[in-house]
């Protein structure tokens, strides 16, 4: 069965500061990964995929995700956070009939 | 360019009665998806499906929970007879055609669902 684990409820970071938002997942085959951000109230962004090529992937508001196959990771990175970044970021994977399977959620709390 | 688009935003019912949460997704995008997020729970799939045919409903409720995308209007997710643990958020999202699982799925705001 396909899943995706965030090990961390919560990240606190302060700003201007790098952040990491972990990531593992586990499928079977070649696994595509997306990274969302949802605030409060709201509906979730999407912020980057992974599909295939390089492991680096860069994506909105300066995220980037890097896609480790030997570790099963898909890490969210920014090298220096803001405090609007403050939201719930969700790592998802792609099933194989097209449902997206979440996981739980991490909380990213950055502070002035 | 509107994106999805979910209505009601907030929905009340009391126990027993029925919601109707709509969708209409992004223009050119034949596939609908419906996800719910449950107080202190991630969100969970429950339907996928395309213009007149359900694809995938592996995640809804046997009973009461039902899900159409007709060939003409929104897509429409149908509770009946609410119970209080239905309360949730309610996302939909739509991708296009072509691309298949590489698809960005785009979401709507959601509808809050609250059963009293």
């Known amino acids: 069965a396909q899943s995706v684990a965030q090990p961390e409820d919560q990240v606190n970071v302060a700003e201007g500061n790098p952040l990491t938002v972990k990531c593992t997942y586990s499928?079977?085959?070649?696994?595509?990964l997306f990274w969302y951000v949802q605030y409060p109230n709201r509906g979730l962004q999407f912020l980057l995929k992974?599909?295939?090529?390089?492991?680096l992937v860069k994506g909105s508001y300066g995220f980037e995700a890097e896609f480790n196959k030997s570790q099963t990771s898909f890490h969210l990175k920014k090298p220096s956070a803001l405090v609007s970044d403050s939201a719930l970021y969700f790592c998802?994977?792609?099933?194989?009939?097209?449902?997206?399977?979440f996981g739980q959620g991490t909380t990213l709390q950055v502070k002035p | 360019n509107a994106g999805v688009m979910q209505n009601p935003r907030h929905l009340v019912r009391r126990r027993g009665q029925e919601a109707r949460l709509r969708c209409s997704p992004m223009k050119g995008h034949s596939h609908v998806y419906w996800y719910r997020q449950l107080p202190e729970e991630g969100l969970k799939f429950m339907v996928y499906l395309q213009k007149e045919n359900i694809i995938d409903e592996s995640g809804m409720p046997k009973e009461r929970f039902s899900a159409e995308f007709p060939k003409e209007g929104p897509s429409i997710l149908r509770i009946q007879q609410v119970v209080r643990g239905d309360s949730a958020a309610y996302f939909c999202?739509?991708?296009?055609?072509?691309?298949?699982?590489?698809?960005?799925?785009?979401f709507g705001a959601g509808t809050r669902l609250s059963v009293l």
């Open positions: 992974y599909i295939t090529g390089d492991n």
């Open positions: 999202a739509s991708s296009p055609e072509t691309g298949g699982r590489k698809n960005i799925q785009y």
């Open positions: 499928v079977s085959g070649n696994p595509y």
């Open positions: 998802a994977v792609v099933s194989n009939t097209g449902k997206l399977i």
